[in-house]
């Protein structure tokens, strides 16, 4: 079935990185787009920016340019993002999603499925 | 950017009950040239990432079952669950694919009456 799978728990100090990954399994990966969408306790949900894990091209929110860097690794089916100048309001689950294409303004597919969520928690 | 904006911020219906949810955009995600809203809707449970439910704002995902429908084009969207069942306890959220940055509303609590 299709899948993805994240990597654990992260502790990080204001002013560190983090890197997450998201491992896709059950479909060809590079024949869809993989989303990050970051969740802070209690609250909704925010579109970071994707990645096209065909050509690498990214997209990313105005909010976190600068900051974000998404990439992926073919060979493993396995899709990353760094964030970087990490501050206290970066504490938050971060999710990965796929959907099916998108160009620079419109996607057109839903998120579908998503992986389990990676809590960041940024705390000195 | 384009704001999603959901009525109410909570709900509780009895079980058995029509539960509605309503999504408003700040401007049309209706796609013309295809004539299709990009607009989905998610449930999400305790600790569990969001799971899709309706896509294109009216098509229901494979394996949800039939008491979940959606409606609405342009701007103005509904999630209605016709017979509401314990398990459909969560918090519900709106999303538009149509514009970067794909946003959300800010979610709807749905309880048990």
């Known amino acids: 079935q299709v899948q993805l799978v994240q990597s654990g728990a992260e502790v990080k100090e204001p002013g560190a990185s983090v890197k997450v990954s998201c491992k896709a399994s059950?479909?060809?990966?590079?024949?869809?787009?993989i989303h990050w969408v970051r969740q802070a306790p209690g609250q909704g949900l925010e579109w970071m920016g994707w990645i096209n894990p065909n050509s690498g091209g990214t997209n990313y929110a105005q909010k976190f340019q600068g900051r974000v860097t998404m990439t992926r690794d073919t060979s493993i089916s396995t899709a990353y993002m760094e964030l970087t100048m990490l501050k206290s309001d970066d504490t938050a689950v971060y999710f990965c999603?796929?959907?099916?294409?998108?160009?620079?303004?419109?996607?057109?597919?839903?998120?579908?499925?998503w992986g389990q969520g990676t809590l960041v928690t940024v705390s000195s | 950017d384009i704001v999603m904006t959901q009525s109410p911020d909570s709900l509780a219906v009895s079980l058995g009950e029509r539960a509605t949810i309503n999504c408003k955009s700040s401007q049309s995600i209706l796609y013309s040239s295809k004539n299709k809203n990009h607009l989905a809707w998610y449930q999400q449970k305790p600790g569990q990432p969001p799971k899709l439910l309706i896509y294109?704002?009216?098509t229901r995902e494979s394996g949800v079952p039939d008491r979940f429908s959606g409606s609405g084009s342009g701007t103005d969207f509904t999630l209605t669950i016709s017979s509401l069942q314990a398990g459909d306890v969560a918090v519900y959220y709106c999303q538009q694919y149509y514009s970067t940055p794909y946003t959300f509303g800010q979610g709807t609590k749905l309880e048990i009456k």
């Open positions: 059950g479909y060809t990966f590079t024949g869809y787009y």
């Open positions: 294109w704002a009216s």
């Open positions: 999603a796929r959907s099916g294409y998108c160009d620079t303004t419109n996607c057109y597919e839903a998120f579908d499925p």
